[in-house]
């Protein structure tokens, strides 16, 4: 199921994707170096998601906070696309870093 979420307040999410029991979230941004904004906390908080995925013009990937990755855009055209989300972590599993 693919979906769009925003709140009363103004927070949004571009798009909220469910899949295999799994919530996922992107966010596309025209910014050469998108941070992490209140609305995408507000997002995995409220939404509890399990990863988002920040989408961008720039060139390389990158991890913005926990949970969070920023992304080349271009990535959606490539092969490895389907792989924009890292595998769930098993329960109980501490993540790398």
Request: one cysteine or more; a positive charge.
């Amino acid at each position: 199921m693919v979906d769009f979420w925003a709140t009363y307040q103004g927070a949004e999410l571009d798009l909220l994707l469910f899949k295999n029991g799994r919530r996922l979230g992107i966010e596309v941004k025209r910014m050469d170096a998108p941070g992490l904004t209140p609305s995408m906390r507000i997002a995995l908080e409220d939404l509890n998601l399990e990863q988002l995925v920040v989408l961008y013009p720039g060139p390389k990937a990158y991890p913005l906070a926990e949970c969070v990755r920023v992304v080349p855009i271009t990535r959606l055209a490539e092969s490895d696309a389907r792989d924009l989300f890292s595998r769930p972590r098993k329960v109980g599993a501490k993540a790398a870093g």
